[in-house]
């Protein structure tokens, strides 16, 4: 069993950046690729961004690339999303989630791969 817990989120002007933190509980939380999902009003959860679980893989929806980056610290069982170059449109409800992997390099984007979730952080980006 993972929980996981969000945080980081906010309101901030367009062009300014933003650190999102998922915190886990449990000890195999090494185990577990991690991904990055957001929701906006009246719209579908869409893939952000993803890492597997030994960090060396990492993967971006094409509307993040080159401004997010995800990264985690198995250390403190917490995962990241750095946010810069925030646009009004990356404004949504942001979730993190866990898939227990059984190889150290998969990155999974599908949220329907995921076996548990965060409650979410709101970011809002003003123009």
């Known amino acids: 069993q993972v929980q996981l817990v969000e945080s980081g989120g906010g309101l901030v002007q367009a062009g300014g950046s933003l650190r999102l933190s998922c915190a886990a509980s449990?000890?195999?939380?090494?185990?577990?690729?991690m991904g990055w999902f957001r929701q906006a009003p009246g719209k579908e959860r869409e893939f952000v961004a993803a890492?597997?679980?030994?960090?060396?893989?990492?993967y971006y929806a094409d509307s993040v690339k080159g401004r997010f980056t995800i990264s985690r610290d198995n250390a403190k069982n917490t995962v990241y999303l750095q946010m810069n170059s925030l646009k009004p449109e990356d404004t949504a409800v942001y979730y993190c989630?866990?898939?227990?992997?059984?190889?150290?390099?998969?990155?999974?984007?599908?949220?329907?791969?995921?076996?548990?979730w965060g409650q979410g952080t709101q970011v809002t980006v003003s123009s």
């Open positions: 989630a866990a898939h227990l992997s059984w190889s150290p390099e998969d990155v999974i984007p599908s949220p329907s791969e995921y076996d548990y």
């Open positions: 449990g000890r195999t939380f090494s185990s577990y690729a």
């Open positions: 890492i597997s679980w030994s960090g060396g893989n990492t």
